[in-house]
């Protein structure tokens, strides 16, 4: 039997000035020149940034070792002190911090706002499968341009700070491949991560949800075949609707478009192409596990509730 989403995700609350919030790393080692510059603008919004030792960690692709990154992990999810969670960076390594994470041990901690974007994709499915919280498919403090009057990091602010004032996301530059609406509970991430955590005991199938699509530095043929094995695993079965962010570096637009057309386009669901989310660009933040609208025509994501509570 597939796994069924909850009735609703816990939504974790707003961040006020003066929270003290987690960063660790549970992938690649962070760029430290720019994790301190990440830190800066998070001082700057109030918060209190708490570095785990992961987050300083070095290695080839790795933070450190798999049980520093898990253990982090662990105490950035259950450390009553911290109320966010920011990964430091993407890469490479989510899903072998997962592999060690005991969710036993986690049990059932207070929520808490949890973001990243690209490799994060495979935590963000986790805690949404083995706590049922919500999450954000953000910007990250280690990655370049993590910084105040940036439209990527100052969107990201106001919605931690004063989410009832992000009621939508608007993609001015997105383009429908197939028209409609859609409802349900938002989810995905990057394409290749979704395909890599199928089979595993953390992922969430697409069913009954608006799914996020995007990625970098794949090959067209790559991409293909990781659209193939979403199709062919039945993760995409029932899927409300799809978003389409950034495909960047895998072949040019119309390619791409073209290909999203052809393996997604049947499913008889409203597909957008083109929204600003991902690699490659500002870009804006996706809440995973929010009730949300949407409307392919006029590329438009409404939230049908507040993003944090």
Same mark, same amino acid.
């Given at each position: 039997m597939p796994l069924q989403h909850p009735p609703a995700f816990v939504r974790p609350p707003a961040l006020r000035r003066g929270? @003290? +919030? =987690?960063?660790?790393?549970?992938?690649?080692?962070?760029?430290?020149?720019?994790?301190?510059?990440?830190?800066?603008?998070?001082?700057?919004?109030?918060?209190v940034?708490?570095?785990?030792?992961?987050?300083?960690?070095? $290695?080839?692709?790795?933070? %450190?070792?798999?049980?520093?990154? !898990? @253990?982090?992990?662990?105490?950035?999810?259950?450390?009553?002190a911290y109320s966010a +969670?920011?990964? !430091?960076? $993407?890469?490479?390594?989510?899903?072998?911090?997962?592999?060690? +994470?005991?969710?036993?041990?986690?049990?059932?901690?207070?929520?808490r706002t949890v973001l990243g974007f690209?490799?994060?994709?495979?935590?963000?499915? =986790?805690?949404a499968v083995k706590l049922g919280w919500s999450s954000l498919f953000a910007p990250m403090p280690a990655i370049s341009g993590f910084e105040p009057g940036r439209p990527g990091f100052d969107r990201l602010a106001r919605l931690l700070l004063h989410p009832k004032e992000v009621t939508e996301l608007v993609f001015p530059d997105a383009k429908a491949l197939v028209p409609g609406t859609a409802e349900g509970f938002t989810l995905g991430g990057t394409a290749t991560l979704l395909a890599c955590s199928v089979g595993t005991p953390t992922?969430?199938? =697409?069913?009954?949800?608006?799914?996020?699509?995007?990625?970098?530095?794949?090959?067209?043929?790559?991409l293909d075949r990781f659209l193939t094995q979403l199709r062919r695993s039945g993760?995409?079965?029932?899927?409300?609707?799809?978003?389409?962010?950034?495909?960047?570096?895998? $072949?040019? @637009?119309?390619?791409v478009e073209e290909l999203l057309r052809e393996r997604l386009g049947g499913l008889g669901v409203?597909?957008? !192409? $083109?929204?600003?989310?991902?690699? %490659?660009?500002?870009?804006?933040?996706?809440?995973?596990?929010?009730?949300a609208r949407l409307d392919a025509d006029a590329g438009v994501l409404?939230?049908?509730?507040?993003?944090?509570?």
């Open positions: 929270d @003290r +919030v =987690a960063v660790t790393a549970a992938s690649g080692p962070p760029n430290q020149d720019n994790l301190e510059r990440g830190l800066e603008a998070l001082r700057g919004l109030g918060l940034p708490d570095v785990l030792a992961s987050a300083r960690a070095g $290695g080839d692709y790795l933070a %450190g070792d798999d049980a520093q990154r !898990a @253990r982090d992990l662990t105490t950035a999810l259950t450390d009553p +969670v920011f990964l !430091a960076c $993407g890469g490479y390594g989510a899903q072998r911090t997962l592999e060690l +994470v005991d969710w036993d041990a986690v049990g059932s901690p207070r929520p690209s490799d994060v994709t495979a935590l963000c499915e =986790a805690l992922s969430l199938p =697409a069913r009954g949800g608006i799914l996020l699509l995007e990625d970098v530095d794949e090959k067209l043929f790559r993760y995409l079965d029932g899927v409300a609707g799809i978003v389409c962010g950034t495909f960047t570096d895998c $072949g040019e @637009r119309e390619q409203p597909v957008l !192409a $083109g929204a600003d989310i991902g690699h %490659g660009v500002e870009m804006q933040t996706f809440p995973i596990g929010v009730r409404h939230f049908l509730e507040p993003v944090l509570s």
